[in-house]
């Protein structure tokens, strides 16, 4: 159980384009996802915090404008980097959980190289 | 000061190796300790949890906690060349949010 997917598992997409990576729970019912970046030998850095049927809560200095997140229903939540440059290069993991106490469970990561 | 501070290592052991991993935390309302694996380009595995000081065990893993020293530790005994991989702690706050340490790189060589 508690198995989360992302898609896509990579993608490479030209400077000024936007890139959609879809998170999923496919076993239970996630009312909280959360976005994570992490760079090359670094660790997870927390983005933003997605709550089912509400606004994403962003982390300070993420901009909001540049990394949509909806979360549309409790098994799916999409971040969408907005006119994506290359310092937006990064692997990005998602996690859920279903209730506040629960433990988080990780995605495989999407691995975004922007050229 | 960060809020979550890991030895960086990178470590090397022989296999059958006991690898101990460490982490330190400077907030008190951290609730509950973590530890996650992450082999290269994946996402992270949680391997234990725990939400109390002391011993919890699982096979070859033992999770500590000593919440007055605000110290945690991941043991590994009976160390395999398939536990070569970042070794991440991770600590709950009231609000749900993990926070991770900076990840230790652990290779064990046959």
């Known amino acids: 159980g508690a198995v989360v997917s992302q898609h896509p598992s990579w993608v490479i997409c030209k400077s000024g384009t936007s890139v959609k990576i879809e998170c999923r729970s496919l076993d239970f019912q996630a009312t909280t996802m959360f976005w994570y970046r992490q760079f090359p030998k670094q660790s997870l850095m927390l983005m933003a915090t997605s709550n089912e049927g509400s606004k994403a809560t962003y982390e300070q200095g993420v901009e909001k404008d540049k990394f949509l997140i909806n979360h549309a229903s409790l098994t799916l939540s999409t971040l969408t980097v907005t006119s994506a440059h290359p310092e937006d290069s990064s692997f990005y993991i998602c996690?859920?959980?279903?209730?506040?106490?629960?433990?988080?469970?990780f995605g495989p990561g999407t691995r975004l190289t922007v050229l | 000061q960060k809020e979550v501070e890991q030895d960086p290592g990178p470590l090397s052991v022989p296999e059958g190796a006991i690898v101990s991993l460490n982490c330190t935390y400077s907030?008190?309302?951290?609730?509950?300790f973590m530890w996650y694996r992450q082999y290269s380009r994946k996402g992270p595995e949680l391997l234990m949890y725990t939400y109390s000081s002391g011993n919890k065990e699982d096979g070859r893993f033992t999770a500590q906690v000593d919440k007055s020293s605000k110290y945690i530790s991941l043991f590994i005994r009976d160390s395999q060349p398939s536990d070569s991989a970042t070794y991440l702690c991770?600590?709950?706050?009231?609000?749900?949010?993990?926070?991770f340490g900076q990840g230790t790189i652990l290779t064990v060589h046959p």
């Open positions: 996690s859920a959980i279903a209730g506040v106490t629960d433990t988080q469970y």
């Open positions: 991770a600590i709950v706050g009231v609000d749900g949010k993990l926070t």
């Open positions: 907030n008190s309302a951290f609730q509950y």
